[in-house]
């Protein structure tokens, strides 16, 4: 597949198993998929990038005092993260703001302004990022043919229950105009793919995504209006053996990149820090167990190894 499939989440309600069966498809082939219709009002995601424009418009040093944690969850300053440290001669050329969950009603860590001023926006955000994954988990179900007796379609549903501790984060993202286009580094956002199970990037008018179509060749993920983006994360590719693929991508300098900012928002669903990564009860998955020769990690495991790859975090951030 050479380009990211578009499917009409909308029709999930009338025809859950023709979506589903959409969905499966391009989650074997490419690992990415644009959904319509998904339920999230646009001025709902438009204020949410207001916001990050308004905190990522303040002093560095305002920014700072929030510095990212062991957790995840903090500001991430320019070149501070390094997601494909193999290659890369510096950090990633964006900075960016991560919230943990609201458990309990309690927000992971300090606000900042200008999101603690409207903390009730931004939590509501983050929740209805995770009822849209969900869904979209419902969907992963039934195509993946899990019976009643093993969970159904609430299977993978229950194993994110946003109640409970997990990796979950809501990102909000700035690639400053300019940045480093006057070097040879073509990237701006390592490749890497994702460590949780399924990630929604909602894109505001300027394009740089890069997706490793067929783990060969890179493809854009164009910007497409009333649309989100999802991909696949390494925790369902565990699952499901290899058969539902967590493809690398990457942002890349364009030539928009040296007059416009470019922003973006993830929100990257992990299911809770306790449940094994082992292949699941599926029908269709009961011959398939690539990569099941390894020793079973936890969901927690595996996004504490990768985390400590990317950021190197010192010990008194720990």
Known sequence: MEEIPVIDFGKFDSDPVAVAAAIREACESIGFLFLKNVGIPQPEIDEMFELGKEFFDQPVETKAQFDIQANNVGYSALHREVLDPATQKTGDSKEAFNFGKWLNGEAAGEM????????????KFSEDCHKVCSRILQAFAIALEIKEEDGGIHYFEKRHDYDTPCGSILRLLKYPKGGDTDTDEIVRAGSHSDYGSITLLFQHGIPGLEVQASRTNWISAPVIPGAVLVNIGDQMEYWTGGRFKSTKHRVVFLPEHAQNDRYSIAYFCHANDEVPLDVIPSVVLKDNQIGQDQP?????????????????FSESAM
């Open 112 to 123: 900042p302004e200008p999101f603690k001023a409207k903390e009730d926006i931004t939590r």
């Open 296 to 312: 079973i990690k936890t969901a927690g495991q595996h996004l504490r190894e990768r985390l400590e790859e990317t950021y190197k």
